[in-house]
């Protein structure tokens, strides 16, 4: 079955840092693929999504590209602010599923000033 | 900005007694689920929605769950006897027409004792 891969948190930076987030998914079809952020007291929302190979998603700062040799879709930003702290979720939805999503774990990032 | 709300933010009960989440999806949305997080763990489907009738479930959704939509506007999920390891993190979804975003609730915990 579908499945998805976060890389381990928690994450703890300084400001301005770089930031990298690994995702990595199996799927049997073509997936469209998702980041979420769930800030504190507050619901998942999505941040960005890319529907197909190479397809590069991108919102406040944060990019990540489908990567369909890798099974990847690595969340990145070039400099984090304290604002950013939030949980991120990697999650992904096939078309024979409607837009039932399929999550990873979920990584906790901390940005102090 | 239209948004999905949950209720209660937290419950907390006691093993075999019956539980109701309630959620309140954008006005103009057709498409339902619930999801849940146990603490530490992924994101989990439990089950979607529309045209008044479950669409998919997953096998978490067994017997002693079901949900009702009881007018226009709520969307309830019930736990008929609950047990330990219902507690979890529950969040609520909801779409439009079309494979568009999923807009999440803040969730509802509960913590089963």
């Known amino acids: 079955g579908d499945s998805v891969t976060q890389m381990e948190g928690p994450v703890t930076l300084s400001e301005e840092a770089f930031l990298t987030i690994n995702c990595t998914y199996t799927a049997t079809g073509y997936p469209s693929l998702f980041w979420y952020v769930q800030y504190p007291g507050e619901g998942l929302q999505l941040l960005l999504k890319a529907t197909k190979a190479d397809d590069k998603g991108s919102n406040k700062g944060f990019e990540a590209t489908y990567r369909k040799e890798t099974t990847s879709f690595h969340l990145e930003k070039g400099s984090v602010q304290v604002s950013d702290s939030a949980v991120y979720f990697c999650?992904?939805?096939?078309?024979?599923?409607?837009?039932?999503?399929?999550f990873g774990e979920g990584t906790q990032l901390t940005v102090n000033p | 900005e239209p948004e999905v709300t949950q209720t209660p933010s937290h419950q907390v009960t006691q093993m075999g007694q019956e539980v109701i989440l309630r959620c309140v999806p954008i006005s103009n949305h057709l498409y339902f689920y619930w999801y849940r997080q146990i603490l530490g763990q992924k994101v989990e489907f439990l089950v979607s929605?529309?045209?008044?009738?479950?669409?998919?479930k997953s096998e978490i959704f067994d017997d002693q769950f079901s949900v009702e939509r009881p007018d226009g506007s709520n969307f309830t999920l019930k736990i008929r006897s609950t047990k330990l390891e219902d507690s979890a993190m529950y969040f609520c979804?909801?779409?439009?027409?079309?494979?568009?975003?999923?807009?999440f609730g803040e969730g509802s915990r509960l913590t089963v004792l």
């Open positions: 929605f529309y045209n008044n009738e479950i669409s998919e």
């Open positions: 999650a992904l939805s096939e078309e024979t599923s409607g837009s039932r999503l399929t």
């Open positions: 979804a909801s779409r439009g027409q079309g494979a568009g975003e999923l807009f």
